[in-house]
């Protein structure tokens, strides 16, 4: 079955502090991957994808994320988090043949000043 | 560019009630979506369009109905609101080119309470 696991439900980190968030997928094809970000009371925004090539994509803000095929994951990295980045994270995968996403339960990040 | 608009931000509604959550985008996007967010949940995905005239259900789509005569509008209706449909709705968009299924836009959300 076609699933993504974002194992933290919470993250709490110290302003300038390093971030990983994990993002696990279960996909019969070649995915799509993607990482959006949620600002309390907005939509979704879109951090960075990967369709093909390089397995390490850099996104918007000042995040990346890492496709590892042989673990099925593609964590979302951040070398310096800002107290601006607090908010929900989603992992969501597509497919080259579909055009519906499954996402992930989210992550909520707190950031400390 | 106004990207995917959303209308209205917030909403009450009496049990039994109906509504129409407006969506439009002018990106020129074909394919169209409708998602709730229940807090823990992630998105589910309603109903989805891959062109004007054509819909098709999603993962949840009881009590909801679409329809989508332009390429710009999606609008979802909700008949007889019931309290499990109090949620955060979003609407989304993407463009398809050749084979590639691109990324989805969303829109600032619509937050409904049913009472």
């Known amino acids: 079955a076609q699933s993504v696991t974002q194992p933290d439900i919470h993250i709490t980190v110290s302003e300038g502090a390093s971030l990983e968030l994990r993002c696990n997928y279960s996909?019969?094809?070649?995915?799509?991957l993607f990482w959006y970000v949620q600002s309390p009371g907005q939509g979704l925004q879109l951090l960075l994808k990967?369709?093909?090539?390089?397995?390490l994509v850099q996104g918007i803000k000042g995040f990346e994320a890492e496709f590892k095929r042989s673990q099925s994951s593609f964590n979302l990295r951040k070398p310096s988090v800002h107290w601006s980045d607090a908010a929900e994270y989603f992992c969501?995968?597509?497919?080259?043949?579909?055009?519906?996403?499954?996402f992930g339960t989210g992550t909520r990040l707190k950031v400390l000043a | 560019n106004a990207g995917v608009t959303q209308t209205p931000k917030f909403r009450i509604l009496k049990i039994g009630q109906s509504m129409t959550l407006q969506c439009t985008q002018d990106?020129?996007?074909?394919?169209m979506y409708w998602y709730r967010q229940d807090p823990g949940m992630g998105l589910k995905l309603i109903y989805y369009?891959?062109?004007?005239?054509?819909?098709d259900k999603g993962e949840v789509p009881n009590g909801y109905n679409v329809s989508r005569s332009t390429t710009e509008d999606f609008p979802l209706r909700l008949e007889l609101a019931a309290p499990s449909q109090t949620s955060v709705y979003f609407c989304?968009?993407?463009?398809?080119?050749?084979?590639?299924?691109?990324?989805?836009?969303f829109g600032p959300g619509t937050r409904l309470t049913v009472l």
């Open positions: 989304a968009s993407s463009l398809k080119t050749g084979l590639a299924y691109n990324e989805q836009f």
């Open positions: 996909y019969g094809a070649t995915p799509y």
């Open positions: 990967y369709f093909s090539g390089d397995t």
């Open positions: 969501a995968v597509g497919g080259s043949g579909t055009y519906k996403y499954i």
């Open positions: 990106m020129n996007h074909n394919y």
């Open positions: 369009s891959v062109g004007a005239g054509i819909t």
